[in-house]
């Protein structure tokens, strides 16, 4: 954990007891990105893309078709801020071409997802057509269980290392003198745009890889995103699958903002 409190994350080794949950996930992950009302929500991208937001069909506890969640990424997860209620998994699946344009995407957004993968800190909503920034949703951890077999190129994870330090201070400061039960209705994004330009600036950009059976468990406020699929790589029809868990913390932005 150590690891995660200086870089922003971690990769865990393979570990027996996820290798038995993802072999029950993943036919459910498949089926969720062949069933036509989970297509219509969240095939994006011109296709290159499912985002599949709460796709997966498990409990609040993880489970799926009774088989538990144990994994040691979790565990180690648990001991930041104890058990918290899983949502259904985000399925995020991508394919050869990624990425493409998105429908109502600008050109910016567009290269902005060729050129930074899209980096992004999740919880901190984009809202309106000026598309401003709020801290409406601070999770408490992110965990990326690969569900199947991909080579290196295929559009991997990719974090900043240490990005989490300079995003909490820039939100710190931008929140500080007001009531922190206040701080999800703040307006953060210049403070959000200038923090984002400093990580690429002075972090540096790592591609993370994984097998199933493998987790990763990324720190709350890492900035990541997803790599444009390398030409050349090749896949099989499920693309790229990852499933993601992001409980979110209770007690709002002021207790995603403290330091751990």
Request: proline share 9%; net charge positive.
């Given at each position: 954990?150590?690891?995660?409190?200086?870089?922003?994350?971690?990769?865990?080794?393979?570990?027996?007891?996820?290798?038995?949950?993802?072999?029950?996930?993943?036919?459910?992950?498949?089926?969720?990105?062949?069933?036509?009302r989970q297509r219509a929500l969240g095939l994006?991208?011109?296709?290159?893309?499912?985002?599949?937001i709460d796709a997966l069909d498990n409990d609040s506890d993880g489970a799926v078709d009774g088989v538990?969640?144990?994994?040691?990424?979790?565990?180690?997860?648990?001991?930041?801020?104890?058990?918290?209620?899983?949502?259904r998994a985000q399925v995020s699946v991508v394919w050869p071409g990624y990425p493409r344009p998105r429908a109502g995407e600008s050109d910016?957004?567009?290269?902005?997802?060729?050129?930074?993968?899209?980096?992004?800190l999740d919880g901190l909503l984009p809202e309106g057509a000026?598309?401003?920034?709020?801290?409406?949703?601070?999770?408490?951890?992110?965990?990326?269980?690969?569900?199947?077999?991909?080579?290196?190129g295929a559009s991997p994870l990719v974090v900043w290392r240490g990005s989490h330090h300079i995003l909490r201070h820039a939100l710190?400061?931008?929140?500080?003198?007001?009531?922190p039960e206040t701080w999800s209705d703040l307006d953060l994004t210049e403070a959000y745009t200038a923090a984002r330009a400093e990580v690429?600036?002075?972090?540096?950009?790592?591609?993370?890889?994984?097998?199933?059976?493998?987790?990763?468990?990324?720190?709350?406020?890492?900035?990541?995103g997803v790599a444009p699929w390398v030409e050349g790589v090749p896949a099989t029809a499920d693309g790229r699958m990852i499933a993601y868990f992001r409980p979110i913390l209770p007690g709002g932005a002021a207790s995603s903002l403290q330091e751990s």
């Open positions: 954990m150590a690891d995660l409190a200086r870089d922003g994350w971690v990769v865990f080794p393979t570990d027996p007891g996820l290798l038995d949950w993802v072999r029950v996930a993943l036919p459910r992950a498949r089926a969720a990105v062949a069933d036509p994006v991208c011109e296709g290159t893309w499912f985002v599949g538990p969640l144990r994994a040691q990424a979790r565990a180690a997860a648990e001991g930041l801020f104890g058990p918290l209620p899983l949502h910016a957004a567009f290269r902005y997802r060729q050129r930074r993968d899209g980096a992004h000026a598309r401003r920034r709020f801290f409406r949703e601070p999770h408490a951890w992110i965990m990326g269980l690969p569900l199947n077999e991909c080579p290196i710190l400061r931008a929140c500080a003198g007001h009531p690429f600036a002075t972090c540096e950009r790592v591609e993370l890889h994984a097998a199933p059976g493998q987790a990763y468990l990324l720190h709350r406020l890492a900035l990541h």
